[in-house]
């Protein structure tokens, strides 16, 4: 029997979608370990691990661009509605992935210069907060792989519990800067990192949402509770 050429088009479609949608994965996986990657070297002070991991970034960017052209690619394939809100949201999430990926980088620079500097006993309050960021970003891997809206939208509401943590470090490192003038310039690049972290669970949200949108379009999303309260620490 002759096969139809339409069932080689859907074929070639779907055999594209699966490898764009696995690639996703793996750049997320590799966003996810330079995270936990830069909160190690942090603790280790190693200059050497900080710089690999800097160098990595470009792996991630490289990837981005690359699904970014797969996309466009089957978005000349003339889809359909679903298929157009898939190639959106894919665009829209690895976006999210490589700006994780540059926070991980940007923790292992600053990392250097705290080398430099006697070590405080606030980096290891980073690894909280970096623990929560980092299965976050597993978490809405997982859902976006099974596709699962409902899971996505459970770790959207976790971000309140980032927030949290971001605020009490906060808290502390302003505290402790107030307590002794020459721990300004250390606190300040664990602020810096503390920052990312937070923004790491901004962007986690937003791969969250987009797992929605690529399902039930533009219907509300649920309402999320927001505790981010540095604007008002004192």
Known sequence: MTTQPHSHIVKSHDEERN????????MGGMAAAQLEAALDVLERRDDKAAERIIGNDEEIDKLEREISQDAMTLALRGPLARDL???LATLRIVSD?????DY?????KRSIALNTLPPLPHTRGLRGLGTLAVQQLRDVLEAYRDNDPDAAQRV????AELDMAYTSLFRELLTYMMEDARAITPCT???????N?????????????????QV???APLPPREKRDETNTAT
Not at 97 to 101: A, H, Y
Not at 156 to 159: G, Q, S
Not at 189 to 195: D, G, N, P, T
Not at 197 to 213: K, P, Q, S
């Open 197 to 213: 972290l937070e923004r790491v669970g901004d962007h986690v949200t937003n791969i969250a949402e987009n797992i929605w949108f």
């Open 216 to 218: 039930h379009a533009d």
């Open 97 to 101: 992935i490589e700006r994780i990926g």
């Open 156 to 159: 959207r509401a976790r971000d």
């Open 19 to 26: 490898r764009v949608i696995s690639e996703i994965l793996r």
């Open 189 to 195: 690049h664990l602020l810096f990192i503390a920052k």
């Open 85 to 87: 809100r898939e190639i």
């Open 104 to 108: 991980a980088a940007n923790a292992a």
